[in-house]
């Protein structure tokens, strides 16, 4: 019984858990429907490129993977959420396929200007959202579901004056056969036969998981996060690292919403990055991070991401339509943030001690 307790008790139990149970639901989903008991881990090559429903996963949660290793410093540093992440995937690649296509126009053929200028200036505006969320959290004092929530309504409509209400297509694809030739497609596509979102999300762990072990920044941010006060009062400038925070959260934004719109070519205000705030949230408290603020894990968030999209993939597979999926996710950011509410811990302390008492009762009475 020890052992199982500190397996339970490990910091990545329940992501993990989440994740084989959604893996264990698969499988029997499949075997009730006549398919092989391993369907679900097949993994084969098509054309040349992978196919099959764990690189589905893999590649289709990529946008909520980059998404929460941003929303996972900001709920460490600030004991709140940036709800304004879709949006400013959203206004991202506005603006970024405005400078690729130049501004009026809504579809084109080439490049306005060079494909680098457009990456740059998606990054720097995603840059800048965060910057102005940080600024709000960090030296206004505003609560940091009120100050996103500004970015939350404004950033799409923003998004459609960059693209003059139209949604503007960048028909530009990679040719590797002619001169290797890169086109806006490149960042949505494929790399060889490994999805492009999948390496740019692997790169984006892999750089910001060397950052928090090379550096004190994930010290710093749990310090922050667990007494803001008494950081300061420490030598630590707090103001700083949450502006820091919300930047590399803004950040990662623009990378997903640079991915997002590089799958269908084209920047769509009103449908890029929609409702996936929810799932990066989700993500982080899947992981199990506290929302209250304080220490994190970021390879639990990030689990916890990919175990989000298993459920879609899954809820897809069982037919359950696209407008009911929010109704399930809801009810499990409910279960999640109720077994981590102090009230419900204190519960299951006391039980836990009087089980303990009535064991002690009995040997003392043998």
């Known amino acids: 019984m020890s052992k199982v307790r500190k397996i339970t008790q490990m910091k990545l139990f329940l992501p993990v858990f989440c994740m084989i149970l959604v893996m264990l639901i698969n499988v029997i989903s499949d075997v009730a429907q006549g398919k092989v008991a391993w369907s679900f881990f097949t993994i084969s090559i098509r054309n040349g490129l992978l196919y099959g429903r764990i690189i589905d996963v893999l590649n289709r949660g990529s946008e909520v993977a980059i998404l929460a290793i941003g929303m996972t410093l900001v709920v460490s540093c600030s004991a709140g959420t940036d709800i304004s992440v879709g ?6 690649a506005c603006f970024c396929c405005m400078l690729l296509a130049g501004y009026g126009v809504s579809s084109t053929n080439e490049f306005a200007m060079p494909l680098i200028v457009g990456v740059i200036g998606c990054l720097v505006m995603g840059a800048l959202c965060g910057a102005f969320n940080g600024t709000l959290v960090a030296y206004l004092n505003v609560q940091p579901m009120v100050a996103t929530l500004i970015l939350y309504s404004a950033a799409r409509a923003i998004g459609l004056l960059l693209c003059n209400n139209l949604i503007v297509y960048v028909r530009v694809s990679s040719d590797f056969t002619n001169g290797f030739f890169v086109g806006y497609d490149i960042f949505g596509s494929y790399i060889g036969p490994v999805p492009t979102p999948i390496i740019i999300a692997a790169v984006c762990v892999a750089i910001m998981a060397l950052v928090l072990k090379k550096t004190a920044l994930g010290l710093y941010v749990q310090s922050v996060g667990i007494n803001r006060k008494a950081s300061r009062i420490a030598g630590l400038n707090s103001q700083r690292i949450i502006l820091l925070c919300y930047i590399i959260c803004g950040l990662c934004a623009g990378i997903a919403g640079l991915v997002a719109s590089s799958r269908i070519t084209s ?11 929810m799932d990066a949230i989700l993500a982080v408290a899947l992981g199990g991070n506290s929302l209250g603020g304080g220490k994190f894990s970021l390879a639990g968030s990030i689990i916890g991401a990919y ?7 899954t809820m897809y597979n069982m037919g359950i339509s696209s407008a009911q999926a929010p109704v399930f996710k809801g009810i499990i950011v409910i279960l999640i943030v109720v077994i981590q509410a102090p009230p419900f811990k204190a519960f299951m302390a006391n039980r836990k001690a009087k089980r303990l008492q009535a064991r002690g009762k009995e040997a003392a009475s043998v």
């Open 87 to 92: 949006s400013v995937m959203s206004l991202s």
């Open 307 to 313: 175990t989000i999209q298993a459920i879609t993939t």
């Open 267 to 277: 920047a769509d205000s009103n449908n890029i990055g929609l409702n996936y705030e």
